[in-house]
T-cell receptor, first 116, second 114 residues
Framework: GAVVSQHPSWVICKSGTSVKIECRSLDFQATTMFWYRQFPKQSLMLMATSNEGSKATYEQGVEKDKFLINHASLTLSTLTVTSAHPEDSSFYIC????????????FGEGSWLTVV | AQSVTQPDIHITVSEGASLELRCNYSYGATPYLFWYVQSPGQGLQLLLKYFSGDTLVQGIKGFEAEFKRSQSSFNLRKPSVHWSDAAEYFCAVGSTGTASKLTFGTGTRLQVTL
């Protein structure tokens, strides 16, 4: 079936540094991908919609300069957390819309970010 | 704005017992509705979805859900729960536009006792 892969699964970075998380659709093209953030024992909160070849659309309250999203190809979107701080530590999940499967949304495995 | 309410934060059932997880949504038009399951530290797996048509939807792992427009509900059911079903379950509503942004409920944690 359709697969969405995220890399890395786990990452630890120092405060003040930047970290990039990749989201790939492995067997389908995705013009639209989504980035979510999930705090422990909480629900998923949509951060932004990533559109191939154009700027991402950010949800209210999400700092676009801090969470840089690039969707350079039909199978890859990246989320870069810039100048990371401990409060950015979270579980980040991406999803991709498979238009060829009735617009079904498939999720990646998620990426744990810990900022120390 | 669309929203989802999962009134039960935590549910415990015995293995072999039936299960129903509640989900109520708020959306102005006909919604796209989803149920996802998440194991600890993992991503989300789609159990089933409703876009239109038959209001009783069959999913994977023996789950089903029924869309009731009059009650704005999309409850998830399983006739006989297995210990491996213990996980977090999320109900979500999606927009009918091309972007398909999902709004998630707060989740229901299912515990299964042997």
């Amino acid at each position: 079936g359709a697969v969405v892969s995220q890399h890395p699964s786990w990452v630890i970075c120092k405060s003040g540094t930047s970290v990039k998380i990749e989201c790939r659709s492995l067997d389908f093209q995705a013009t639209t991908m989504f980035w979510y953030r999930q705090f422990p024992k909480q629900s998923l909160m949509l951060m932004a919609t990533s559109n191939e070849g154009s700027k991402a659309t950010y949800e209210q309250g999400v700092e676009k300069d801090k969470f840089l999203i690039n969707h350079a190809s039909l199978t890859l979107s990246t989320l870069t957390v810039t100048s990371a701080h401990p409060e950015d530590s979270s579980f980040y999940i991406c999803s991709a819309r498979a238009t060829w499967r009735g617009n079904t949304i498939y999720f990646g495995e998620g990426s744990w970010l810990t900022v120390v | 704005a669309q929203s989802v309410t999962q009134p039960d934060i935590h549910i415990t059932v015995s293995e072999g017992a039936s299960l129903e997880l509640r989900c109520n949504y708020s959306y102005g038009a006909t919604p796209y509705l989803f149920w996802y399951v998440q194991s600890p530290g993992q991503g989300l797996q789609l159990l089933l979805k409703y876009f239109s048509g038959d209001t009783l939807v069959q999913g994977i792992k023996g789950f089903e859900a029924e869309f009731k427009r009059s009650q704005s509900s999309f409850n998830l059911r399983k006739p006989s729960v297995h210990w491996s079903d213990a996980a977090e379950y999320f109900c979500a509503v999606g927009s009918t536009g091309t972007a398909s942004k999902l709004t998630f409920g707060t989740g229901t944690r299912l515990q299964v006792t042997l």
